[in-house]
């Protein structure tokens, strides 16, 4: 079985601190994905990463994959109260279902 | 916007109840997956499919059933409800590069 580890489970900063979520795994991905979840809804896709040593910018958010594709993370610059919430990394390697990470609780407080 | 739609978002029954969860999508999406959730907790995979006819159990799926007759339709089924079953329901559907695109969720709550 895949497994994702994601680090810190738990993050609690003050407005405008940057802040860097992991996701690691001993697994080769074909492609990589961030999604962020409110309370009582779905998880909602922010980024998908497919090169090994690929960079994506969404905004204050920026991603990166791996050089080998077996870990991903996440940099939010300057964050904002909007960005509280439960934040997942996923998986997915050949025909396997996708594998999700344990999330990152993140709370910023005004 | 996601094209996924689950039914119902909440839900109370009694124990021993049998029920389904619907989910739909409209995206043609060949994989989908159902999850399971506490609030805040990681998610748990109780099914997946590849497509019609095709389905699978994930880690939590023996006291549940699916099925997948239409590429757009894949209801759950508990057969007997229990109270260890309350949680949140998650319905998802991906493409085959992997972005999947979630449900809002069926709240089960069961007395």
């Known amino acids: 079985t895949q497994l994702l580890e994601q680090s810190p489970q738990f993050l609690s900063i003050q407005e405008g601190e940057n802040l860097t979520v992991y996701c690691n795994s001993s697994s080769v991905f074909s492609s990589l994905q961030w999604y962020r979840q409110e309370p009582g809804e779905g998880p909602v896709l922010l980024v998908t990463?497919?090169?090994?040593?690929e960079v994506k910018k969404l905004k204050r958010l920026t991603f990166q994959f791996g050089d080998a594709r077996k870990d991903s993370s996440l940099h939010i610059t300057a964050a904002q109260p909007g960005d509280t919430g439960l934040y997942l990394c996923?998986?997915?390697?050949?025909?396997?279902?996708?594998?999700f990470g344990k999330g990152t609780r993140l709370s910023v407080i005004a | 916007e996601a094209d996924i739609y689950q039914t119902p978002r909440y839900l109370v029954i009694g124990t021993g109840k049998k029920i389904t969860l619907e989910c739909s999508q409209t995206?043609?999406?060949?994989?989908m997956y159902w999850y399971q959730q506490d609030p805040g907790m990681e998610l748990h995979l109780i099914h997946y499919s590849y497509g019609v006819n095709s389905t699978e159990k994930g880690d939590l799926s023996s006291e549940s059933t699916v099925s997948r007759i239409r590429t757009e339709h894949f209801p759950l089924t508990l057969e007997s409800a229990r109270p260890s079953h309350t949680s949140q329901y998650l319905c998802?559907?991906?493409?085959?590069?992997?972005?999947?695109?979630f449900g809002q969720g069926t709240r089960l709550t069961v007395v």
């Open positions: 995206m043609g999406h060949d994989k």
């Open positions: 996923a998986g997915v390697s050949g025909n396997t279902p996708l594998v």
């Open positions: 990463v497919v090169t090994g040593g």
């Open positions: 998802a559907s991906s493409k085959w590069s992997g972005e999947a695109f």
